[in-house]
């Protein structure tokens, strides 16, 4: 299949670069690295706390328990890609999980109704993202935040601002209790959600205009791409994404918090931003992101067991994405990255 470069794609050459078979070895030392990281991260924790830590349940618990958080970062990617920011996807969530909670839980409706619903609304929430950076002209940025902290005024408002329970107990057995190979199904959702991003995003035209978007959108507008078609799908997709994840976040827990969704943002930036930097340097890219975000609960769970304090959760996540961003930009060639 050919595909189709930029001058924005390529990092650019400076006259005392070397040259030859060094730069290929480098290359491929890049897209490994965050995975062998991974890897020497785990073996470290199980040396230290093998009782605990290199234990079967603590695999399954990692890999299972956390897919909320994979798909949300796995959501970030989309519109990324086009050069749009979503801070929305905190509330967005939170809103999906409390639909579900509160219409199922509350009001008997059927399950496959409410997820449905769930979903629908997550769809809506970007398409009013969307509507506002497009046709007003307003940073990404500044409204997917303003209409995230409004979805969490309108969560307090459908819960009374209290834990909401009573859950069909099909979706806790759909995500958590029922398990493949030892580990929940939440896994391999989260999973199945990377490879169709993979392929959408390499062999799909789809995948193509939206990196040709994010890369330039003077340039890709001149080739002929819709590109406000572009970015508006990709808030969309966004928002859709989000909401599964607050189903199966409502799926892990059983409840649906009214702050549950706001923790998973940052650490959901941060896996995307890591991402970027392993697999296909300088791109955003799924299973990066995938290999990114159980680094981060790898490191923030053997932390925890070695006796941590609750805080460096927050300095792990936080230097993780500081890190990560000064990483991607590094593989760029320090290009300023261009977001609306």
Same mark, same amino acid.
């Given at each position: 299949m050919t595909t189709t470069t930029t001058s924005r794609d390529a990092a650019p050459v400076h006259p005392g670069a070397r040259k030859g078979p060094r730069q290929p070895i480098v290359r491929q030392l890049e897209r490994v690295a965050l995975?062998?990281?991974?890897?020497?991260?785990?073996?470290?924790?199980?040396?230290?706390?093998?009782?605990?830590?290199?234990?079967?349940?603590?695999?399954?618990?990692?890999?299972?328990?956390?897919?909320?958080?994979?798909?949300?970062?796995?959501?970030?990617?989309?519109?990324?890609?086009?050069?749009?920011?979503?801070?929305?996807?905190?509330?967005?969530?939170?809103?999906?999980?409390?639909?579900?909670?509160?219409?199922?839980?509350?009001?008997?409706?059927?399950?496959?109704?409410?997820?449905?619903?769930?979903l629908g609304a997550g769809a809506l929430v970007g398409l009013v993202n969307g509507l506002f950076v497009l046709y007003f002209g307003i940073n990404s940025f500044i409204v997917t935040l303003g209409v995230g902290q409004l979805l969490l005024g309108i969560v307090s408002l459908l819960s009374g601002n209290r834990i909401v329970s009573g859950i069909d107990q099909s979706l806790?057995?759909?995500? &958590?209790? !029922?398990?493949? %190979? @030892?580990?929940?199904?939440?896994?391999?959702?989260? /999973?199945? $959600?990377?490879?169709? =991003?993979?392929?959408?995003?390499?062999?799909?035209?789809?995948?193509?205009?939206?990196?040709?978007?994010?890369?330039?959108?003077?340039?890709?507008?001149?080739?002929?791409?819709? &590109?406000? !078609?572009?970015? %508006? @799908?990709?808030?969309?997709?966004?928002?859709?994404? /989000?909401? $599964?994840?607050?189903? =199966?976040?409502?799926?892990?827990?059983?409840?649906?918090d009214p702050r549950g969704g706001t923790a998973y943002l940052l650490p959901a930036f941060a896996a995307a931003f890591l991402g970027a930097t392993s697999i296909s340097p300088g791109r955003f890219n799924p299973w990066g992101t995938l290999i990114a975000a159980y680094f981060l609960l790898v490191g923030i769970t053997g932390l925890q067991m070695l006796g941590a304090q609750t805080y460096v959760q927050d300095l792990f996540y936080g230097g993780a994405l500081v890190l990560a961003v000064a990483l991607s930009q590094l593989l760029r060639g320090r290009r300023p990255q261009e977001f609306s």
């Open positions: 995975p062998v990281a991974l890897a020497v991260l785990a073996m470290i924790f199980c040396v230290l706390r093998p009782d605990t830590f290199a234990t079967v349940d603590n695999l399954s618990a990692i890999l299972g328990s956390q897919a909320v958080l994979v798909v949300v970062a796995l959501g970030l990617l989309v519109p990324l890609r086009a050069g749009d920011f979503d801070l929305s996807v905190g509330g967005t969530l939170t809103l999906s999980a409390m639909l579900v909670a509160v219409l199922n839980g509350e009001h008997g409706v059927p399950l496959s109704a409410t997820i449905f619903i769930a806790l057995d759909a995500v &958590v209790l !029922r398990r493949f %190979l @030892g580990v929940p199904l939440g896994f391999y959702y989260a /999973a199945l $959600l990377c490879l169709l =991003l993979w392929y959408v995003f390499e062999y799909t035209t789809v995948g193509r205009r939206l990196l040709f978007v994010g890369a330039g959108r003077d340039v890709a507008r001149l080739s002929g791409v819709r &590109v406000n !078609r572009v970015r %508006l @799908g990709s808030l969309v997709a966004a928002g859709v994404i /989000a909401a $599964l994840a607050g189903v =199966l976040y409502a799926g892990t827990t059983g409840s649906a």
